[in-house]
């Protein structure tokens, strides 16, 4: 079959379409995939450079998020049938220790994919494939961190960095559809534009001005003894220099979430603001099954509409992860095999 695959690590130049690399053997509680769909997420940046503390069998083929159609199904696999449309959960939750598809199982870049049925989840009427093939690692993520961990409600202000990509796009979307005020940063006019047409109420250049003074411009400067001024929630998966601005956007009593360190895992901090204005720095790692699973059902439901910026071929896999390395993408990139 043709696959986009690692033999080494190397950045994106180590990517390799092979024609020939062999096809997939089904085993007991396994199917076999038609990959119809699978998106890029940062990960696949990471996974092609190298990760510090992952050794990942080669070759490996890339591509976490995954789905298609069942094309083979292997003994003692019950409850699906040949032909059946499904989405593939890149962690397995029963045998997460597995590791995730794309990384330590081979993933969705190719034609077919063989999948442990434990993470199957069926795609319900009315969502496409590249529609599912959107949510896991970024749609679930988002929605794991605003509601399960952040318990994001309406009324609320929430300030979102990073909005125009993966994770911050459905950030924004599902802060809307909750009824929150959003407020987003980008970094070009075109993202800017597209975080407006999102429904975001405010958008912030961050290139051009210190996002945490426009949001003190908005909502007056955080006030410790008076609990006004600045937002309720944070979304900075970014790091960096980053960081400390966020905890200074916030009001006393606020949530500053996190899923990631895309700019810096080791940014200066300031307790000072902390335990001053009490505020609450959350983690969230993933996704949960029954994220993937409301997700679907608000697509099916005509309420969301996950973000693509483009839809490539399986050729042009390596040019698809590039553009994600050097952040010229709004949205998700879907390739179809």
């Not at 690399?21 to 119809?36: C, L, M, S």
């Not at 409301?294 to 005509?302: F, K, N, S, T, V």
Request: with cysteine; glycine share 12%.
């Amino acid at each position: 079959m043709r696959a986009v695959c690692l033999r080494e690590h190397g950045g994106i130049d180590a990517l390799r379409l092979e024609t020939d690399f062999p096809d997939p053997e089904v085993g007991d509680g396994q199917v076999v995939i038609r990959v119809r769909a699978t998106s890029l997420n940062y990960h696949d940046v990471f996974t092609c450079d190298g990760m510090p503390g992952i050794k990942v069998p080669m070759p490996m083929i890339i591509g976490l998020d995954i789905a298609g159609e069942i094309a083979e199904i292997g003994p003692g696999v019950e409850g699906w049938r040949i032909g059946d449309d499904v989405l593939v959960n890149p962690l397995d939750p029963v045998t997460p220790e597995k590791g995730l598809m794309g990384e330590m199982v081979l993933g969705g870049t190719a034609e077919y994919c063989l999948v442990d049925a434990t993470r199957l989840i069926a795609i319900p009427d009315g969502v496409s494939h590249a529609q599912a093939a959107a949510l896991p690692v970024a749609y679930g993520t988002a929605h794991r961190m605003l509601f399960t961990h952040g318990g994001l409600k309406a009324g609320e202000r929430i300030l979102i960095l990073g909005a125009s990509g993966g994770v911050g796009s459905c950030c924004v979307l599902l802060a809307k559809l909750v009824g929150a005020e959003v407020v987003a940063c980008g970094s070009t006019p075109e993202k800017l534009d597209a975080l407006r047409e999102w429904g975001a109420d405010h958008v912030i250049d961050y290139t051009q001005t210190r996002f945490e003074r426009e949001i003190w411009k908005l909502y007056e400067k955080p006030h410790r003894r008076r609990f006004t001024g600045g937002v309720d929630m944070a979304v900075n998966f970014t790091g960096g220099d980053t960081w400390v601005p966020s905890l200074k956007a916030l009001k006393r009593g606020g949530r500053l979430m996190t899923c990631g360190a895309t700019a810096g895992y080791d940014p200066s901090e300031d307790l000072r603001y902390i335990w001053t204005f009490e505020l609450k720095v959350l983690g969230s790692n993933s996704w949960a099954p029954e994220d993937l699973t409301r997700l679907m059902e608000l697509i099916a439901d005509g309420r969301l509409d996950p973000v693509i910026d483009c839809t490539l071929p399986l050729e042009e896999t390596r040019e698809g992860v590039r553009r994600l390395r050097d952040r010229e993408v709004i949205g998700k990139i879907i390739i179809e095999p």
